[in-house]
């Protein structure tokens, strides 16, 4: 499985930016999708995760009711819609992947197995 994020960039305060993170390789279906990030001199910290058949989605506590996860099984892409963004929320961007999770899991952040290459979002003005 490989895995490309693209939809970074810069956006003002409170815009909105799309992520995805398009697999290929193996059918995506049978993975937990999560997204990371991680801001100059600051440690990588888990943004959110999407279980196999999306019926879990979790978010860390700063991005929640701002972020939302979803993916399309069928065009193997995973997504972090991010709405209302903050400059603390820029940082480069991963999407990662783990197989053999229960349909409804979400694996520990450590759990993950193949990662992309990461995306820069910029929330400035």
């Known amino acids: 499985l490989q895995l490309v994020e693209s939809g970074g960039g810069l956006v003002q305060p409170g815009g909105s930016l799309r992520l995805s993170c398009k697999a290929s390789?193996?059918?995506?279906?049978?993975?937990?999708i999560g997204w990371f990030r991680q801001a100059p001199g600051k440690e990588r910290e888990g943004v959110s995760c999407?279980?196999?058949?999306?019926?879990?989605?979790n978010y860390r506590d700063s991005v929640e009711g701002r972020f939302t996860s979803s993916r399309d099984n069928d065009k193997n892409t995973a997504y972090l819609q991010m709405d209302s963004l903050e400059p603390d929320d820029t940082a480069v961007y991963f999407c990662?992947?783990?197989?053999?999770?229960?349909?409804?899991?979400?694996?520990?952040?450590?759990?993950?197995?193949?990662w992309g290459q990461g995306t820069q979002v910029t929330v400035s003005s």
């Open positions: 999407i279980s196999p058949n999306s019926g879990t989605t």
């Open positions: 390789g193996r059918q995506l279906r049978y993975y937990a």
């Open positions: 990662a992947a783990v197989f053999g999770v229960l349909p409804r899991d979400c694996p520990d952040n450590d759990d993950y197995e193949v």
